[in-house]
């Protein structure tokens, strides 16, 4: 009984740390203390963007010792791995989205922000140009901004590869805006397929979900989709119950290469259950308003076109880079070989500049462009910034020690100002060792659907462990609960996750 007494206080105490831990969060959230003042006198160091990249390195950077200014055209952060549910509402976009102002507010000092785009880098003259590309513009519009550092964290946009029809014809999965597109192209879809005396084959057409591109954003989407057929339309409108189906079109012969093969075939055999049709080795070369056309490499290596009339095309093809990227990549001679992005050195600085740095999917390494690599990066940039700050002012100690020597006479007085001069000079000898970028690896993880994701963990010294069904599923909600940066967003997206389970989603089209 004892034992239990002891289990029992154990919970109990754990809850109560667990509620003052969740009180003392939102807390916090509400009540920032007051700022230092921006101060334009320090070097201006210049942040473009608000995703993964820019705003782990905003986290981290001590902004007393610059002049911090960001700029993105959302003024906001959004959690990536959730967008893929907002498509469908089991997440609400809202939830996903962390005001930047908010995280800003939190900073020692006050950081700057201008919501615009960067249309334009100079590398040269130092000086960038904006352009408020919001539906509400004062009478400036666009203006320039000089910098002294600047940190490129821009993202990528969609690739289409030039292939016609696309860039007319598909809904893509990036930004907000794209996920309520396609939210509202699913319902619309099935309202038309619904309508009186439409054909059989043209409702057949409207229900046909296509997705193209079978890498984990293709392959997320896929599996939400089906979830929302299964759990929730079968059940509202079940007169589409014989018709609806997606398709996951992927050129290669399997989806999801970077996972192990293990995961690979379990999420082909998933899908397979669910009745999700992949389609690889089939290639897509056009597309027109109502069909896909796709070239299919048969077993005996013979290709043969087929045509796939969609209701919903969904293009996930991968990452290009933006044009403020590919403007600036032209005026870099160093940068003329560069096609991916812009290419850096070890410490992330862009090859053929001096004080720029790019971090994230705009930049070209040896890495693939996840929110992983670019948070690392955001939080090495941090902790360049930071060493850089503390070596100029022990370099300015160091200088006004030296001309204290110089003009004293005492022997004893410029014995010891040379000791404290050998003392800060060991330091900064340490900390101008900065180390190269190194990213750990720390696995991948995917929701394919039906409740079951997949991972690929990475522990130790590179040692591999690999998982998946409804267990990791566990395991990817509670990963992506934890990394959510706010207490509010994780709440937020705790109750919309609730809200499906006991209400299901919402089938009104916006
Ligand atoms: P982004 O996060 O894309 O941020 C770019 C920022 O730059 C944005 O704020 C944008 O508004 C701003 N910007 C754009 N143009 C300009 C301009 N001209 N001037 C100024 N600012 C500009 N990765 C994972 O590791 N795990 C996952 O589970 C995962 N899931 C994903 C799901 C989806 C649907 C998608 C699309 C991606 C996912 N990723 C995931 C990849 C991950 O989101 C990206 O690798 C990550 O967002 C890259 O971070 P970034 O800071 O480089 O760019
Ligand atoms: P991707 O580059 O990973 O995959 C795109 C797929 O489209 C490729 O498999 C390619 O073969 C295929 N493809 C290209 N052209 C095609 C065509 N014409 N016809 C048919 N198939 C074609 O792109 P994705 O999924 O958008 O991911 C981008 C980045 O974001 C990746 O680095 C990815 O790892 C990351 N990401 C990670 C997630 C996670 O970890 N859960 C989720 C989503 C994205």
Known sequence: ASVGKFFWRLTYGSALIGLGYLAYGIYEDRHPVDQHPADPSKKTLVILGS?????????????????VVVISPRNFFLFTPLLPACTT??????????????????KTAAVTFYEAECTQIDPVNRVLTL???????????ETSLPFDYLVIGVGAQNTTFGIPGVQENACFLKEIP??????????????????????????????????????????EFAGELQDFFEEDLRKWVPEISDDFHVSLVEALPNVLPMFSKQLINYTEKTFKDEKINIHTKTMVKKVTEKTIFA????????????????????????????????????????????????EVNDYLVVNGTEGIWALGDCAATKYAPTAQVATQQGQYLARLFNTMAKTQ?????????????????????????????????????????????????????????????????????GNNLTSSGQLTYLFWRSAYVS??????????????WLKVKMFGRDVSRE
Request: aromatic residues 4%; hydrophobic residues 35%.
């Open 483 to 496: 990394m959510c940066f706010s207490t509010r967003n994780k709440l937020l997206v705790i109750m919309d």
């Open 178 to 219: 794209d996920a309520q597109k396609i939210r509202t192209r699913i319902m619309d879809c099935i309202e038309t397929a619904t309508f009186k005396d439409q054909t059989e084959e043209e409702r057949k057409r409207l229900l046909h979900m296509v997705v193209v591109g079978g890498g984990p954003t293709g392959v």
């Open 131 to 141: 352009r408020d590309n919001s539906e509400i513009k004062g009478d400036i519009a």
């Open 51 to 67: 995703g993964w990249g820019s705003v782990s390195l905003l986290k981290k950077i001590d902004t007393e010792n610059y002049n």
């Open 89 to 106: 509402g089991t997440i609400e976009h809202r939830s996903i989205m962390e005001p930047l102002r908010n995280i800003l507010r939190h």
């Open 393 to 461: 002012a022990l370099e300015e100690d160091i200088a006004h020690l030296e001309e204290l020597g110089h003009a004293t006479a005492s022997i004893d007085d410029k014995k010891a100002i040379a000791t404290e001069i050998e003392a800060k000079a060991k330091t900064l000898r340490r900390s101008k060792r900065l180390m190269p970028f190194q990213y750990t690896h720390q696995g991948s993880l995917a929701y394919i659907g039906s409740d079951k994701a997949i991972a690929d963990l990475t522990f130790g010294d």
């Open 295 to 342: 070239e299919v490499t048969k077993a005996d290596g013979t290709k043969e076109m087929i045509e796939m009339p969609y209701g919903l095309l969904v293009w996930a093809t991968g990452n290009a880079p933006r044009s403020v990227v590919r403007d600036l990549m032209t005026k870099i001679p160093a940068q003329a070989k560069a096609r991916r992005g812009l």
